[in-house]
């Protein structure tokens, strides 16, 4: 390209089937627990659930507040109350999509030996991808990490609280 890199490799983590096959299993298994009469527009809903408590899960420090604000995020949007074996059963599914996140950027990281590591963030998946970010700089600090996408027009618009908290939290993001 223009600055010099070259050997520039684009992933759709959402085509790799150990991270897209749990997100599949979360939707169904949380469909299980909401009556069709609270569904409503059910994976519209579920998306803002899922990606809050992606959000949860990687920020959490304590499991009873982790519980806690799952059955609040299911409540709200479903209006319905789920007990804590049905919790502990989406957290393990949430888990399952973290573990496959890891083993796919570790691995890529290794196969390909980048010098920068970047991702495209939307609504939606500001978690999964500052988890990859966090992952990427933890493991390989030397790697820069790049942020960008639409998240900086919808959710985390510049010069709002919202973007300066995050830009105070990543840390581990090179650039925006």
Not at 65 to 72: F, I, P, R
Not at 123 to 147: C, D, E, H, Q
């Amino acid at each position: 390209g223009e600055r010099g890199y070259r050997n520039i490799k684009v992933y759709d983590t959402m085509t790799v089937w150990e991270i897209k096959e749990p997100c599949y299993k979360y939707f169904d298994t949380l469909k299980s627990f909401v009556p069709e009469f609270n569904q409503g527009h059910f994976f519209n809903i579920g998306l803002d659930v899922l990606s809050n408590h992606f959000m949860a899960c990687i920020n959490h420090k304590d499991t009873g507040n982790y519980e806690t604000l799952v059955k609040s995020l299911v409540a709200k949007n479903y209006f319905i109350n789920i007990t804590s074996e049905q919790v502990a059963e989406l957290n393990g599914i949430v888990g399952e999509i973290f573990d496959g996140i890891e083993d796919f950027v570790l691995n890529t990281l290794r196969e390909e030996k980048p010098v920068i590591f970047g991702a495209s963030v939307y609504r939606g998946t500001t978690a999964t991808s500052t988890f990859a970010l966090r992952l990427v700089k933890r493991n390989y600090p030397g790697i820069m990490t790049v942020m960008g996408g639409a998240i900086f027009s919808q959710e985390l618009c510049p010069n709002t609280p919202g973007y300066d908290d995050y830009l105070r939290y990543a840390h581990f993001v090179d650039k925006f």
